[in-house]
């Protein structure tokens, strides 16, 4: 399957790469050049198995119609796993947030995908966020908690207040994650509103 170029790049293919990767997070034209390069010079063993890999992936990722993950399959392979807790859902901002989660091996329940944090300046309402998808998943009935484990901003605590006002009358227990000092974090580096976080977040030790 062919996929047509986006617009507005240049027509040289060394120029074109570059400029499609430095479009990437965490990519600038100088490391996408310098990857670019890379490339080029072993083209049998980096760039076809990367491009290969790359219309793969477009072709076969689609969005879980659950949570809204990105996986090879629908549901996903955390919502098809039997082993999974359906009594826990942890809502997150992004895919991301969801992937970063799985790698430390912290949430045993299954997730749901927000798709961003209520925002006035960004245009962001409750409308704009998969919010009643997951109204409808806790009406099924059998979730008993509801994780909130959104960015530790403003956007994210105003969402978090409007999750937890819209489900609690659900009869689910609303949580949020902790907050505060970072593991190997040194107080005079962190900035005030961490601080302020963890000393409300104290608890016995």
Known sequence: ?????????????????????????????RSARRAVLRMLTEPD????????????????VVPCAICGNLDSQSPCHICADERRDRHLICVVEG???????????????????????????????????????????????GVEEVILALPATVDGAATGHYLSDRLRPMGVRVTGLAQG?????????????????????????
């Open 1 to 29: 399957m062919a996929f047509p170029p986006p617009p507005h790049l240049p027509n040289d293919p060394i120029e074109r790469l570059i400029a499609l990767l430095g479009r990437l997070p965490g990519y600038g034209r």
């Open 95 to 141: 895919v991301a947030d969801l992937w970063a989660l799985e790698r430390a091996n912290a949430h045993r329940g299954t997730y749901h995908v927000l798709g961003g944090v209520l925002s006035a300046l960004a245009g962001m309402g409750p409308e704009q966020l998969a919010i009643q998808p997951l109204v409808a998943r806790i009406e099924a009935g």
């Open 45 to 60: 063993r980096l760039m076809l198995p990367l491009a290969d890999a790359l219309t793969m992936a477009a072709e076969a």
């Open 181 to 205: 000092v970072p593991m190997g974090g040194a107080l005079d580096v962190l900035d005030e509103g961490t601080l302020a976080a963890a000393w409300r977040a104290r608890r016995d030790i």
